[in-house]
């Protein structure tokens, strides 16, 4: 996180699950040091997240993302925190990518709280919220340039939400 995003920060693991829990969004998705976690405001809840376990959330919608992460699990290791949007960005200052999900779609079914139970062409398994149709996650990247030689570079990356076979370059 290379910018100053007005709206971020620091807090503990103590307060993380109030903070994330008065977060607008459309969906989410936590790692965990056991297990990867994913929903939707309509599908699922954030109860099944072990705050102790945490090491990153985002909770994103196509307007904002809220990202909160840390490198180490215990009390003494702190959650930073930021708020990404476009908002008040003009339009040479973030890009909008797509990025491919990796679907056997031979082998997908209905997982738990509304969730898709996914399993990669590799074989690894994996629970999203969205529909059969949906083939890519919508990406937005903030570039900013160096003052030194004015090359673009990418300092952050929000997810803005999921997107339909063909409703994209995928």
């Not at 109030?18 to 109860?47: M, N, P, W």
């Not at 990153?56 to 490198?71: G, N």
């Not at 990796?102 to 997982?111: A, E, K, L, V």
């Not at 919508?138 to 997810?159: C, E, H, P």
């Amino acid at each position: 996180m290379n910018r100053d995003w007005k709206n971020s920060g620091v807090c503990s693991e103590a307060e993380i699950s109030e903070k994330v829990h008065h977060c607008d969004y459309e969906y989410f998705i936590a790692y965990q040091t056991d297990r990867f976690l994913s929903g939707s405001k309509k599908t699922g809840t954030l109860d099944g997240i072990e705050w102790g376990k945490l090491l990153e959330i985002r909770l994103f919608s196509e307007t904002q993302e809220f990202l909160a992460r840390r490198t180490m699990i215990g009390t003494n290791n702190p959650f930073q925190w930021r708020v990404a949007s476009e908002e008040n960005l003009k339009d040479d200052e973030y890009i909008i990518k797509y990025q491919t999900l990796d679907i056997d779609s031979t082998h997908t079914s209905r997982g738990e709280s509304g969730n898709l139970h996914l399993m990669t062409t590799g074989g690894g398994k994996y629970e999203l919220p969205i529909e059969e149709d949906m083939a890519a996650v919508k990406v937005i990247s903030y570039i900013s340039y160096s003052d030194k030689d004015g090359m673009a570079f990418i300092y952050d990356n929000r997810l803005a939400g999921f997107v339909k076979e063909g409703e994209a370059n995928v």
